[in-house]
């Protein structure tokens, strides 16, 4: 698998390599949200391409250090399940204390939905892989409040553009997003790798923001 290394196509690049991993399927599928969509994208495939994964993980950090900074987070925190590969390499490439958030309630031992160490007043950075609705950043968003910490941004390496910034930024927390899926798919229409078709199903998905 080719590495991603000209900083000025990185995105472009990303865009094809998607497809070339088939991370980007089209169909019916149901959506962990429980919504419908006529295609999906799985990038719980890219952790099994080491080359792509070390590249992304590298682009996540260096959108993290320009748009946020690292002097204004304490801790990491990753979302289940996909989420949690590229944010425990992320935490570890930036040398930052990793938390994960769990599903449910844990109910033994502390009955915590945030594990790790958290001291109350602690700046926390949600890691996603996408973002669709927003509803499984902000409940996360709302469990480390619970517990004492502060959340002001999260960070996914796509978003669907289905509404999950506006929803996020009502809450509170600013989104920053490394693709966008509007821009993968202009990509690949472009350079052929997708067909008139396919682009007006993606486009038909995307909610003004």
Same mark, same amino acid.
């Given at each position: 698998?080719?590495?991603?290394?000209?900083?000025?196509?990185?995105?472009?690049?990303?865009?094809?390599?998607?497809?070339?991993?088939?991370?980007?399927?089209?169909?019916?599928?149901?959506?962990?949200?429980?919504?419908?969509?006529?295609?999906?994208?799985?990038?719980?495939?890219?952790?099994?391409?080491?080359?792509?994964?070390?590249?992304?993980?590298?682009?996540?950090?260096?959108?993290?250090?320009?748009?946020?900074?690292?002097?204004?987070?304490?801790?990491?925190?990753?979302?289940?399940?996909?989420?949690?590969?590229?944010?425990?390499?992320?935490?570890?490439?930036?040398?930052?204390?990793?938390?994960?958030?769990?599903?449910? &309630?844990?109910?033994?031992?502390?009955? #915590?939905? &945030?594990?790790?160490? =958290?001291?109350?007043?602690?700046?926390?950075? =949600?890691?996603?892989?996408?973002?669709?609705?927003?509803?499984? =950043? *902000?409940?996360?968003?709302?469990? &480390? #409040?619970?517990?004492?910490?502060?959340?002001?941004?999260?960070?996914?390496?796509?978003?669907?553009?289905?509404?999950?910034?506006?929803? =996020?930024?009502?809450?509170?927390?600013?989104?920053?997003?490394?693709? #966008?899926?509007?821009?993968?798919?202009?990509?690949?229409?472009?350079?052929?790798?997708?067909?008139?078709?396919?682009? *007006?199903?993606?486009?038909?998905?995307?909610?003004?923001?």
């Amino acid at each position: 698998m080719k590495k991603i290394t000209n900083s000025l196509d990185k995105k472009d690049e990303m865009a094809n390599i998607l497809l070339k991993i088939d991370a980007l399927k089209f169909g019916v599928f149901k959506l962990s949200t429980g919504k419908a969509s006529p295609y999906y994208i799985d990038l719980r495939v890219i952790p099994s391409f080491p080359d792509v994964f070390s590249e992304i993980c590298e682009f996540y950090a260096k959108t993290i250090m320009a748009e946020i900074g690292l002097k204004n987070f304490v801790r990491i925190a990753g979302i289940p399940i996909a989420g949690i590969p590229f944010s425990s390499q992320i935490a570890y490439n930036l040398k930052k204390p990793f938390l994960y958030m769990r599903k449910g &309630v844990h109910l033994s031992g502390r009955e #915590r939905r &945030v594990e790790g160490i =958290l001291v109350s007043g602690d700046r926390v950075l =949600l890691i996603d892989d996408l973002l669709t609705t927003g509803s499984t =950043l *902000k409940k996360a968003a709302d469990a &480390v #409040r619970a517990e004492g910490g502060v959340v002001t941004d999260a960070v996914v390496f796509l978003d669907r553009e289905e509404g999950g910034r506006n929803l =996020l930024e009502k809450t509170g927390v600013t989104l920053h997003s490394i693709l #966008r899926i509007s821009e993968i798919a202009n990509k690949l229409y472009e350079i052929g790798a997708i067909d008139q078709d396919s682009l *007006k199903t993606i486009r038909k998905q995307i909610k003004k923001q």
